[in-house]
C-alpha cells in the first residue's frame, strides 16, 4: 500500500513538473501557437528556412509573432518590426542568450566559451573595446593575394562546371585564418591537409542538430571521439597566441601595427596592452578567435556562393556588374578603397543578395530580462526570443515581389531601417560587416572581369536555389556548380 502512494506521489510530482513546462504563461496565451510537428518534421527533411518560412508565413506575416515549445520551454519568433526594433536597441532589456546558460557544460559552450559574440552588459564592451581596433585596420593586402590565388586555382579547372560553395569555403577559410591569425590553413591549394580537416570536423560536431533538439544527450553519452579534436584545434589556437604574446615584448608587433600588416590578433595583444583598457586573459582570446572563425567564415563563403548564382542566372545583372567593374577598376585587377565605394550598382546587388539569402537567417536567440508589454500580450522575464531575419526579409509587409531578385530596390535605400537585417543592427551590429563585403567585392572583380559565370542546363538550381538547413547558425546553398567560361573581349 505504501509502496502504491509513494508511485502515485512520484507521477503527480512528474506530472505537475510536466505540466508546468508546458503551460502557456498567462500574457502569451493570444500568441499564435507555431506547429512544434512541423518544425520536427522540417529537421528531419533537412530543408532549408525558406520551408520554414513557407509554413509559417501566414501567421507571422498577419501578427508578426508566434510562440512554439521546443527543448523544454516556450520560445517566441518574432518578425514584427516594432518588436525587432526594441529587441535590436535595448540590449538591457533583451540581452543575449549565453551558451553557458542554455548549454551548460557543453562541447559548444566550452569551446566558444565568453566572447565578444556571446556576451552581454560589461564583459561584452570589455571584449567589444579589445576586438574594435582590428576591424579598423584590415589587412586588405591578404584578400589581394587570396583573390590571385583562387583565379590559379579555378584556371587549373578545364572546361568543367566548378562547385562554388566548396569553393567559396576553401577561399574564405584561407582568408580569415591569415587575417585573423596569420596561419595559413592553405585550403585551396590542399583542401585534405590536417588543419582543414580537424578544422571541418570540429564545426560538423558542434553543428549537429541532435544536442541542439535534445542537449541533456550530450551528459549522459560522452562526446569524446569530438573533444580530442576540438582539443587539436584549441592547441592550435593556444600555441599561436602563445607566440605572438611573446612577440609583443620584442617591438614585432608594433612594428607591424605601423605597416599595417598585423593581423585581428596582434591587434587585439596590442590593445590588451593598453592601460587604458581592461585586458583579455589568453583564454579569452582563443575563444574569439574561435568565434571569428564562425561568424566571418561560412557566412561570407555562403554570401559569396549565392551571388554568384544569381549572377549566373541574371546574365543582365551579370553584365551590368561587370560593366561597371571595367569602368572604375580600368586596368586594376582588384578595387581599392575609392573604387569599392564608386562600384554603386555592385554593392547594390551584394545587399539585394544578403536579403534574398541572409547567411544568419536567425538572430542569435535573446531573452526578456523583465516582463515587457507588447501590444496586447504581456511577455514574461526570462522568455526566449528570436527574430527570424529570413521571414523579415521575405515578408510581402516590408518588400513588395519579396522572392523577386530586384538589386535597384537598394538605390535610394527606401526600406524600412529594421527591414534589411543581414548584419544584425543596434549596438550588437556584426563588427566583421567591412571584412566581409571588402572580400566580397575583391573576389567578385577578381572572377567577373576574367569570367563569365553560368548555370549548367542540368543543375538542381535550375527552378529555384536549394537552400540546406542552418548549420552552427548559418544558412546556405547544397552545393552550387557553375560553369566559368574565360572571357575573351
Ligand atoms: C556576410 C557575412 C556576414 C554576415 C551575414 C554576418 C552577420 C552577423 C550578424 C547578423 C551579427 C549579429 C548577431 C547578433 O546580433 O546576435 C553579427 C555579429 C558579429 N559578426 Fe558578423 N557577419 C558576417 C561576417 C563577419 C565576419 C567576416 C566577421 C569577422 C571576421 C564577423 C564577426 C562578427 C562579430 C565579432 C559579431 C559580434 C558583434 C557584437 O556582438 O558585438 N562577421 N554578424
Redesign the pocket.
Known amino acids: 500500500m505504501n509502496f502504491l502512494i509513494v508511485i502515485l506521489v512520484l507521477i503527480s510530482f512528474i506530472a505537475f513538473r510536466f505540466y508546468q513546462k508546458i503551460r502557456v504563461p498567462e500574457g502569451l496565451k493570444n500568441v499564435p501557437t507555431l506547429s512544434l510537428l512541423d518544425l520536427l518534421i522540417e529537421m528531419y527533411n533537412k530543408v532549408g528556412p525558406d520551408k520554414r518560412w513557407e509554413d509559417i508565413r501566414e501567421i507571422l506575416e498577419k501578427e508578426g509573432i508566434g510562440r512554439i515549445w521546443f527543448n523544454g520551454r516556450w520560445i517566441l519568433i518574432v518578425t514584427d518590426l516594432e518588436l525587432v526594433k526594441d529587441v535590436i536597441t535595448r540590449t538591457d532589456l533583451y540581452p ?1 542568450a549565453l551558451l553557458e546558460e542554455f548549454f551548460p557544460g557543453s562541447l559548444l559552450a566550452q569551446y566558444y566559451g565568453t566572447n ?2 556571446f556576451s552581454n552588459g560589461d564583459d ?1 564592451k570589455r571584449h ?1 573595446r579589445i ?1 574594435n581596433p582590428s576591424f579598423r585596420n584590415l589587412p586588405i593586402y591578404v584578400f589581394v593575394e587570396s583573390a590571385m590565388k583562387l583565379l590559379d586555382v579555378m584556371e587549373r579547372v578545364d572546361n568543367k562546371p566548378i562547385e562554388v560553395k566548396s569553393l567559396m569555403h576553401g577561399l574564405t577559410l584561407d582568408v ?1 585564418g591569415k587575417s ?1 591569425f596569420g596561419f595559413d590553413f592553405n585550403n585551396l591549394e590542399e583542401p585534405n591537409n590536417v588543419y582543414v580537416t580537424t578544422f571541418n570536423e570540429v564545426m560538423e560536431e558542434l553543428g549537429k542538430q541532435i544536442y541542439f533538439l535534445m542537449s541533456f544527450l550530450e551528459y549522459i553519452i560522452p562526446r569524446t571521439k569530438a573533444i580530442e579534436k576540438v582539443e587539436k584545434l584549441n592547441n592550435l589556437y593556444d600555441r599561436i597566441v602563445e607566440k605572438k604574446s611573446k612577440s609583443l615584448k620584442t617591438g614585432e608587433i608594433d612594428k607591424k601595427i605601423e605597416n599595417n600588416s598585423a593581423d585581428l590578433l596582434e591587434h587585439m595583444i596590442h590593445a590588451c596592452n593598453d592601460p587604458e583598457n581592461q585586458t583579455l586573459t589568453s583564454e579569452e582570446l582563443r575563444h574569439n578567435l574561435a ?2 572563425m564562425l ?2 567564415h561560412d ?2 563563403a555562403n ?1 559569396l556562393t549565392t551571388i554568384l548564382y544569381l549572377l549566373a542566372v541574371h546574365k543582365d545583372v551579370q553584365k551590368k556588374v561587370r560593366d561597371e567593374i571595367l569602368h572604375v577598376l580600368g586596368d586594376d585587377l582588384t578595387p581599392n578603397s575609392e573604387q569599392q565605394k564608386e562600384l554603386k550598382y555592385m554593392n547594390m546587388v551584394i545587399n539585394e543578395n ?1 536579403r534574398l539569402y ?3 537567417a536567425t ?2 536567440r535573446r531573452f526578456t530580462s523583465q516582463e515587457i508589454k507588447f501590444r496586447n500580450y504581456v511577455i514574461p522575464a526570462k522568455t526566449p526570443i528570436v527574430l527570424f531575419i529570413y521571414g523579415i526579409h521575405h515578408s510581402s509587409k516590408n518588400w513588395e515581389d519579396p522572392e523577386k531578385f530586384i538589386p535597384e530596390r537598394f538605390e535610394n535605400e527606401k526600406h524600412d531601417h529594421y527591414a534589411w ?4 543592427g543596434g549596438n ?5 560587416i567591412n ?2 563585403l571588402i572580400e566580397q567585392r575583391i573576389m567578385l572583380c577578381a572572377i567577373l572581369r576574367k569570367y563569365e559565370v553560368s548555370l549548367p542546363a542540368d543543375s538542381i538550381h535550375k527552378d529555384k536555389l536549394k537552400l540546406a538547413p542552418e548549420c552552427s547558425g548559418t544558412m546556405g546553398p547544397h552545393p552550387v556548380p557553375l560553369i566559368f567560361k574565360r572571357r575573351t573581349e
Do not use: Q
Request: glycine share 10%.
Open positions: 543575449k565578444v559574440v561584452w567589444r576586438a580569415l585573423a568565434i571569428f561568424a566571418g557566412t561570407t554570401s544578403l541572409p547567411p544568419v538572430l542569435p537585417l543581414s548584419f544584425g550588437r551590429l556584426c563588427l566583421g571584412f566581409s
